[in-house]
């Protein structure tokens, strides 16, 4: 079956640069994009980016341009996602997700809790 | 960016109750209209896409309808195990979320 399994959770200091990990199973890693989605405590969903392993092409939401850069290991079916300039407002769990033609979000992973604090 | 509204914001309704969720968009996405279920301390779970489309596996009381820019989750029949936060998403340009909708049993 479909499985992402993600690093675990995360503590930084305002200014640090945190990268997560995504590790896919269960089905062809190269013809299905991933995208990344956080949710802030007691809040909802928000989309930060999206990169196809197939190629490494990358597609980012305009308020993480420049902060966030997402890249794939297809010899180990591995997606990275890498934010810097961690500020306080990004304490947040981040999911990565499998995407069916960029459509809609088929598959999740448990999620992983980034804490930033002084 | 297209915004999505949803209401109520949240509800309390009864085992066997009908419920229903709606979404709006602010411009029409074409069915490109996606819900989620939340259970607290889980990922988001996929029920219908495209609209009305049930994922494999979701049982039948749930539904989709909608199109344009109005869209509507139905809940026949509430269980127990249908309290969670559900969420709707559209994909027509980009990617986007509502804000959610408590559902309480």
């Known amino acids: 079956q479909v499985q992402l399994v993600q690093s675990g959770a995360e503590v930084k200091k305002p200014g640090a640069s945190v990268k997560v990990s995504c590790k896919a199973s269960g089905y062809t890693f190269t013809r299905y994009d991933i995208f990344w989605v956080r949710q802030a405590p007691g809040q909802g969903l928000e989309w930060i980016g999206k990169v196809n392993p197939s190629g490494g092409s990358t597609n980012y939401a305009q308020r993480f341009q420049g902060r966030v850069t997402l890249t794939s290991d297809t010899s180990t079916s591995t997606v990275y996602m890498d934010l810097s300039s961690l500020r306080s407002e990004d304490t947040a769990i981040y999911y990565c997700?499998?995407?069916?033609?960029?459509?809609?979000?088929?598959?999740w992973g448990q999620g992983t809790l980034v804490t930033v604090s002084s | 960016d297209i915004q999505l509204t949803q209401s109520p914001s949240s509800l309390s309704a009864s085992v066997g109750d009908r419920v229903t969720i709606t979404c709006r968009a602010s411009q029409s996405i074409g069915s490109f209209l996606n819900w989620y279920q939340q259970k607290p301390g889980k990922a988001p779970k996929l029920l219908i896409y495209t609209a009305s489309t049930l994922e494999s596996g979701v049982p039948s009381r749930f539904s989709g309808s909608g199109s344009e820019s109005d869209y509507t989750l139905t809940i026949t029949s509430l269980q127990p195990e249908d309290s969670a936060t559900y969420y709707c998403?559209?994909?027509?340009?980009?990617?986007?979320f509502g804000q959610g909708t408590s559902v309480e049993i």
């Open positions: 998403q559209q994909s027509y340009t980009l990617w986007t």
């Open positions: 997700v499998r995407t069916y033609s960029g459509s809609y979000f088929d598959s």
